[in-house]
C-alpha cells in the first residue's frame, strides 16, 4: 500500500501549488481514511493471530490511527523517526511499511524481502530503514524517510531523538559538515519521537526534554495520550495527570529558551493538521524543540501531547 501525499506544503511550492482543489482534498481524505482503516484492521485481525496462538507476541497501534496519518503528511525526505512500538499507522502512512510487511515481523520471518525492518530478529510493530548500503557506504540520508531502529525499553527511544535532532543543528552551523549533502540538507531536518504518556513516567523522557530546551535542537515529540499506560490509569503514573501541565515549566518565554508546548485532540483530523504544521515548521526553521500532546484532552511543547476521547 502506498503512503498518501501531503496536505502540507513546502518552501519550493509555487502559489498555485499550494492551493488545494476540492478534488484533491477530497481525495487525500478518502486516502487518509483508508489507511486508518486498514491499519485499525491489521491490528484487530494481529491480535487474533495472537489470542489463536498462530503468533507468539503481538504489539499494535489501534486507537492512534487518525494521529498518526496527520503526523505522516508532515515527515519529509531527510527526517528522523525515533519512536515506539504504537507507530504502524504512522508507517503505513508515510509509504515505509505495508500490512503485509507487518504481518511478516508479527511471524517473525526471517526474509528480508517480506520482512525488511529486522528480518525476524525484533518483535513485531519494532521499525527500522536502512543508514548503509550493502558496502557499509552511508545511503543518501538526506534524500530519505529515515526510521531509527526501534528498542522495546520504554523511553529508551528519548536520548537517541535528542542526538538525531543534534546531529541535524550540527549540519546546520559547523562548516565542515556543509559537504556531506547525501546525509543533510543543510540541516533542515527534524526529528519525530514519539511516546506514550505512561513512558513520560522515565527519566529519559526528563532528560532529553530538558537538554533539548537548552540546545534548541529541531525536535518534535509526540505524546500518544490515551489515558493509561500498561500498568493502569495515567493518575497513577503523572503528575497532575498531564504531561503537557507537569512540562509547563519548561515553556518557552521570550526572555528564557524552553520548549514549544501544544495540546490538540486526537481525533481532530484538520485541527492536528493545523498544529503540526505550525509546530513542525517552527521546529524545522529555528530548530525549537516541541512537544505535542495528543489525546482525550490536549497535547505539549514542542512536544505534540494527543488525547483521544
Known amino acids: 500500500m502506498e503512503g498518501t501525499n501531503t496536505l502540507s ?14 478534488e484533491r482534498f477530497r481525495d487525500e481524505v478518502l486516502s487518509d481514511f483508508r489507511i486508518a482503516c486498514i491499519s485499525r484492521e491489521t491490528s484487530l485481525l494481529g491480535r487474533k493471530e495472537v489470542l489463536g496462538g498462530k503468533a507468539k507476541f503481538g504489539i499494535f497501534g489501534d486507537g492512534k490511527e487518525i494521529a498518526q496519518v496527520a503526523m505522516a503528511k508532515f ?30 515481523q508479527l511471524y517473525a520471518d526471517p526474509d528480508p524481502a517480506r520482512e525488511p525492518f529486522s528480518a525476524g530478529r525484533q518483535m513485531n510493530c519494532h521499525f527500522a530503514t536502512k543508514m548503509v548500503d550493502e558496502s557499509g557506504e552511508w545511503q543518501p540520508l538526506s534524500g530519505l524517510k529515515n526510521i531509527s531502529s526501534d528498542i522495546a525499553p520504554t523511553a529508551g527511544q528519548m536520548p537517541r531523538a535528542l542526538g538525531l535532532a543534534y546531529a541535524s543543528k550540527a549540519f546546520r552551523q559547523v562548516s565542515q559538515l556543509k559537504n556531506f549533502s547525501n546525509l543533510s540538507h543543510n540541516g533542515d531536518e527534524v526529528c ?17 526534554m530538558n537538554a533539548a530546551g537548552v540546545l534548541q535542537v529541531p525536535l518534535v515529540v509526540f505524546v500518544w495520550d490515551d489515558g493509561y499506560g500498561i500498568s493502569g490509569p495515567k493518575k497513577y503514573q503523572n503528575t497532575k495527570a498531564s504531561v503537557s501541565d507537569a512540562l509547563s515549566g519548561m515553556e518557552q518565554t521570550e526572555s528564557a529558551n524552553g520548549v514549544q508546548i501544544y ?33 482525550r484532552d490536549h497535547p505539549t511543547t514542542g512536544t505534540f501531547h494527543f488525547r483521544q476521547s
Do not use: N
Request: hydrophobic share 35%; proline share 3%; with cysteine.
Open 263 to 295: 495540546k490538540v485532540k486526537g481525533w481532530d483530523y484538520p485541527g492536528m493538521c493545523e498544529v503540526f504544521e505550525e509546530g513542525i515548521s517552527l521546529a524545522r526553521k529555528k530548530s525549537y524543540t516541541g512537544s505535542i500532546s495528543c489525546g
Open 9 to 22: 506544503t513546502t518552501e519550493a511550492a509555487s502559489p498555485e501549488e499550494q492551493q488545494l482543489s476540492f
Open 75 to 104: 515527515f519529509r525526505p531527510g527526517d528522523f523517526r525515533s519512536g515506539y512500538y504504537r507507530d504502524q499507522t504512522f508507517m503505513l502512512a508515510a509509504g515505509l511499511a505495508t500490512a503485509e510487511q507487518i504481518f511478516a
Open 192 to 208: 519525530f519521537a514519539t511516546i506514550g504518556d505512561a513512558s513520560t513516567s522515565e527519566g529519559h523522557f526528563w532528560e532529553t
